[in-house]
């Protein structure tokens, strides 16, 4: 099966192309420019590369959270249109689950975070056991304080990956939380690892419809949840 992945769940975006678990081309950038600009060039460009034409996909992937708001409505739109036009399936996959498939065929813990503001990240815990990705906990909001619990319980050192990673260092350091900080090309999410978990999907047969993907938050846009403040507070 032939899987065209995008990611633009945070400050980088990218987009893999892979067949029957072979990486067939990615293309990879951390600008800073807004996704709108970035993401359907990358697209574009890999599959000219590769040689093939957007009908002879099999399936589409995004990782539709959690993460940047604006990113992630830009990648899930991207891949709804396309899925649509070209009437084929697609996947939703969680970003922290995708950048835990970056560490597919090692032995160890996976600590995904990636940084959600206010002393808090967003969160999986993962184990690479036989070479399988196997989910310990769901994809959560929390504090730097429940993670550092959690991870302290567990009694094992761990591979702290994701942007959050910069975020939970200093804390773990201080908490004496046994980690080894994920390389550069292992650190951020990538549409290789966005790919692979949807094969996982695709290959249970539980590929959706276009109109039915959609985006998973974790919690509200900030500026739903200022309304609810207000409102709380204005009784």
């Not at 990636?114 to 993962?126: E, G, L």
């Not at 942007?163 to 773990?172: M, Q, Y």
């Not at 290959?203 to 403040?229: H, I, M, N, T, V």
Request: glycine content about 10%.
């Amino acid at each position: 099966m032939r899987v065209l992945a995008i990611d633009s769940s945070a400050v980088s975006a990218s987009c893999a192309l892979l067949e029957d678990g072979k990486l067939i081309g990615e293309q990879y950038i951390n600008v800073g420019l807004t996704h709108s600009q970035t993401l359907m060039p990358l697209v574009e460009n890999l599959l000219l590369q590769a040689g093939y034409r957007p009908r002879e996909v099999d399936g589409f992937a995004v990782s539709n959270g959690p993460g940047s708001f604006t990113g992630i409505r830009i990648g899930v739109a991207a891949v709804k249109g396309m899925a649509a036009a070209l009437e084929k399936p697609c996947v939703g996959v969680s970003t922290l689950e995708a950048m835990a498939y970056l560490f597919e065929g090692m032995d160890g813990m996976v600590c995904a975070a990636m940084d959600a503001r206010c002393q808090q990240v967003y969160n999986a815990m993962f184990e690479m056991k036989d070479g399988q990705v196997v989910r310990l906990s769901e994809d959560r909001a929390l504090s730097l304080e429940e993670l550092v619990g959690e991870l302290k319980g567990m009694g094992k050192p761990v591979f702290l990956t994701g942007d959050g990673s910069f975020v939970c260092e200093k804390t773990f350091l201080e908490n004496q939380i046994s980690f080894h900080l994920a390389p550069p090309h292992l650190r951020y999410q990538r549409a290789y690892g966005v790919a692979r978990a949807a094969e996982q999907v695709f290959s249970q047969g539980k590929g959706l419809d276009a109109a039915a993907l959609l985006p998973f938050y974790l919690r509200l846009p900030q500026a739903q949840r200022e309304l609810r403040r207000r409102q709380a507070a204005n009784g």
